[in-house]
């Protein structure tokens, strides 16, 4: 069964940092592309940030590019979101997403994990 | 950049077809895929590549794109089926989500 955990949300001032882990089971991460997705309170969803299979390759969207960085570690199966300087704009829940082969969308979510940038 | 546009709202009466757009430049020309979020619960991919319905996904949701639109079609509409529905699309290395439909099972 394919499983995606997210964990590191939270309280955060802005200006602050977060990082976001997702721990991913139940099948083989490193053929997959990944992404972060988020959905401020009141609001749709926005894709975030995503990365090849081998990690060469990260996109983001404009409003985090030079903030947030995607990364991650195929050999523990997870996936990472370095969150720095964050806006309360950047308040939401971040959800870990699975790419489906040959698609530019995701047919796995995790649960997601809150993040609230407030002082 | 890149935006999609949904209807905010569509109602349907069980048992009838509900229809759901999704609007963008040149939108035929990408591939548009389909999400049902339902309150608490992550989001369901219903449809991908215009009309491609994955494993699990019931027979009466479709899908469909030409010039600007892509449409979600959903037949016999039953009450689980109310939710929101979220378009999607890919272009110029950036993935789009639409504003979301909710539908109204009346």
């Known amino acids: 069964e394919v499983q995606l955990v997210e964990s590191g949300g939270g309280l955060v001032q802005p200006g602050g940092s977060l990082r976001l882990s997702c721990a991913a089971s139940?099948?083989?991460?490193?053929?997959?592309?990944m992404s972060w997705v988020r959905q401020a309170p009141g609001k749709g969803l926005e894709w975030v940030a995503n990365?090849?299979?081998?990690?060469?390759?990260?996109q983001y969207v404009d409003s985090v590019k030079g903030r947030f960085t995607i990364s991650r570690d195929n050999a523990k199966n997870s996936l990472y979101l370095q969150m720095n300087s964050l806006r309360a704009e950047d308040t939401a829940v971040y959800y870990c997403?699975?790419?489906?082969?040959?698609?530019?969308?995701?047919?796995?979510w995790g649960q997601g994990t809150l993040v609230t940038v407030s002082s | 950049s890149y935006e999609l546009t949904q209807p905010p709202s569509v109602s349907v009466s069980p048992g009838q077809t509900a229809s759901i757009t999704c609007s963008g430049d040149?939108?035929?020309?990408?591939?548009a895929c389909w999400f049902q979020r339902k309150p608490g619960q992550s989001p369901l991919l219903v449809i991908y590549?215009?009309?491609m319905r994955p494993s699990g996904i019931p027979e009466r949701f479709s899908g469909s794109s030409s010039g600007n639109t892509a449409t979600l079609t959903i037949s016999g509409t039953q009450a689980m089926d109310e939710a929101d529905y979220y378009c999607?699309?890919?272009?110029?290395?950036?993935?789009?989500f639409g504003g979301g439909t909710k539908l109204t099972v009346l």
């Open positions: 997403a699975r790419h489906l082969v040959g698609v530019i969308t995701f047919d796995y």
């Open positions: 139940g099948f083989t991460f490193s053929s997959h592309w």
């Open positions: 990365i090849k299979e081998d990690g060469s390759e990260k």
């Open positions: 040149k939108l035929g020309d990408k591939y």
């Open positions: 590549r215009d009309t």
């Open positions: 999607q699309a890919w272009d110029s290395s950036t993935v789009v």
